[in-house]
């Protein structure tokens, strides 16, 4: 099956599966991924992720986290630049998330990091998804 926006399935996946209260869900794997993931898990919003051979492909596992094993830490996710209509913003213009609350993910020419890593780097680039 071909998705048009692997991102946004990501995101997708990991709010169902935290309104659902699993307690881990499987994303098919990609470097895009694998650093979103790395992202979110040292944001504190997932509890961690690995790499996973599952058939021909593979998969990352990631495990989500809750408060007192109840409230999912991950509240919201919104996918703000899509596949057809891409979001940039220059190094000045990296917006906050819920007045500094939650994060926002920047592809940027140094990699993908969050907004206030762009921030302090001074570089711009393109908003990929915004994470409370």
């Given at each position: 099956m071909n998705i048009s926006d692997p991102i946004a399935d990501m995101l997708t996946r990991v709010r169902n599966a935290s309104r659902a209260r699993h307690?881990?869900?499987?994303?098919?794997?990609?470097?895009?991924?694998?650093?979103?993931?790395?992202?979110?898990?040292?944001?504190?919003?997932?509890?961690?992720?690995?790499?996973?051979?599952?058939?021909?492909?593979?998969?990352?596992?990631?495990?989500?986290?809750?408060?007192?094993?109840?409230?999912p830490v991950v509240s919201g996710l919104k996918r703000v630049s899509k596949p057809g209509l891409r979001v940039y913003a220059a190094k000045t213009d990296i917006p906050r998330v819920l007045g500094g609350l939650g994060i926002v993910i920047v592809s940027t020419s140094q990699g993908i990091m969050t907004g206030a890593q762009a921030r302090k780097a001074q570089?711009?680039?393109?908003?990929?998804?915004?994470?409370?």
């Open positions: 307690t881990e869900v499987l994303v098919p794997a990609s470097r895009t991924k694998r650093e979103i993931a790395r992202i979110l898990q040292s944001e504190g919003f997932i509890a961690g992720f690995a790499e996973e051979q599952a058939g021909p492909g593979h998969v990352l596992r990631l495990t989500l986290r809750y408060v007192d094993g109840k409230v570089l711009g680039g393109e908003v990929l998804a915004y994470v409370w």
